[in-house]
């Protein structure tokens, strides 16, 4: 497995687990968890084929989706604080 490759779905793992953690009480975090699996699955199969992928456009989604994750944990964390 390629050094980008391994590295990319490791990032998605951790990302999935963030998401899947959130997603009890963000609908938002749902849609990125349900995401990250699609892109799990992808980057699987691409390994089992040793097929070629876009590492930019999975390093720039992954960046975006762990941007929004950050953002979802402040707004909750945020939220919980005031009550």
Known sequence: M?????WHLEKAHVL???????ANT?????RIYEELNEII?????????????????VGTRLKY???RLE????????ISLSD
Do not use: P, T, V
């Open 2 to 6: 390629s050094d980008s490759l391994n």
């Open 26 to 30: 963000n609908k938002d975090a749902k």
């Open 71 to 78: 953002l979802i944990e402040k707004r909750s964390g945020s």
């Open 41 to 57: 699955e992808d980057l699987e199969l691409y390994y089992i084929k040793n097929m070629f992928y876009d590492e930019a456009e």
């Open 65 to 67: 989706y762990e941007k």
């Open 16 to 22: 999935a687990q963030k998401a899947k953690r959130l």
